[in-house]
């Protein structure tokens, strides 16, 4: 399930021992147009029961502008949050 991102950012907000999962990159272009769509999930576990509570799929254009997201991410929300990133290749 794609949550919006208020809907995620509310959802972790909730979880007290948590740990964000940046993986899942994707790349994907479209044999019609050429347009790119590149993506990443961002995933919420909850480190007490180890599940994931909470799932954002971020795409973008381009990988520098999925990139410059995810940074922005991690700086204005997720700053303070123990991060694992497994995302590009």
């Known amino acids: 399930m794609n949550m919006k991102l208020w809907n995620f950012l509310e959802k972790i907000s909730e979880i007290e021992d948590k740990t964000i999962y940046i993986e899942n990159y994707q790349y994907e272009q479209d044999p019609t147009d050429g347009s790119e769509e590149h993506s990443i999930e961002i995933n919420c576990e909850d480190n007490e029961s180890e599940t994931y509570e909470a799932s954002y799929l971020l795409t973008a254009d381009t990988r520098e502008n999925l990139e ?4 922005f991410l991690k700086n204005e929300y ?3 949050i123990e991060i694992v990133e497994d995302c590009c290749e």
């Open 68 to 71: 410059k997201q995810v940074e």
């Open 78 to 80: 997720l700053e303070g």
